[in-house]
């Protein structure tokens, strides 16, 4: 999927995830697959695990919550570009009140421009994380709208045969599409 999109990776550490993100300007899609949690009643503690590092013989995980991308992101784009953010991560689509409001991850992409987020409300089994990734991917990217690429998604990461298929939670605009050059 990497080739089709023209991609390109950010190293998985805090310094520069935060750099890309608040210079967000020129997303059309950013991926995050990693582990997540997120609690709906702490959840200024959501976070995703970022690559972590050594001191010593101690390994030290390094995160990103959403709070700080809440604060330091910022996806507008001059030209009205408002990139699809897929976090494939357990957990990571759940909100609950903070004391401003609504927070988590969701909240904090959407807040910060982006026109579709997508999330897990639970944990999510590697086939079926994988499965609705590519397909939710392949869908848009044949020109179908949001709500039918997300439930095909659905039907494909269903036959995994658990039920994590349907953790997942798609924010944006039903019939949003993605807009190719």
């Known amino acids: 999927m990497t080739a089709d999109f023209g991609s390109m990776e950010i190293t998985p550490r805090p310094g520069p995830v935060r750099t ?9 899609l950013i991926h995050f697959a990693c582990h997540g949690s997120a609690d709906s009643e702490n959840i200024t503690d959501a976070r995703i695990m970022l690559e972590g590092r050594i001191e010593g013989q ?4 390094e995160y990103l919550n959403a709070v700080t991308v809440e604060y330091n992101t910022n996806l507008r784009n001059p030209d009205g570009n408002r990139p699809l953010v897929f976090v494939n991560a ?3 689509g759940r909100a609950g009140y903070k004391l401003t409001g609504l927070g988590g991850f969701a909240q904090a992409f959407l807040s910060a421009g982006a026109g579709i987020f997508a999330g897990t409300l639970w944990s999510v ?5 994988s499965t609705f990734a590519k397909q939710l991917y392949t869908r848009m990217m044949a020109g179908d709208e949001l709500s039918n690429a997300a439930i095909k998604a659905r039907e494909e990461a269903r036959k995994s045969g658990d039920a994590s298929w349907l953790c997942y939670v798609v924010y944006g605009h039903p019939s949003a599409k993605l807009a190719t050059n």
Request: aromatic share 10%; charged share 25%.
């Open 90 to 92: 357990c957990q990571v």
């Open 20 to 28: 890309a993100l608040q210079d967000g300007k020129g997303f059309d």
């Open 125 to 129: 089994g590697d086939e079926p994380a």
């Open 58 to 61: 101690v390994y030290v995980p």
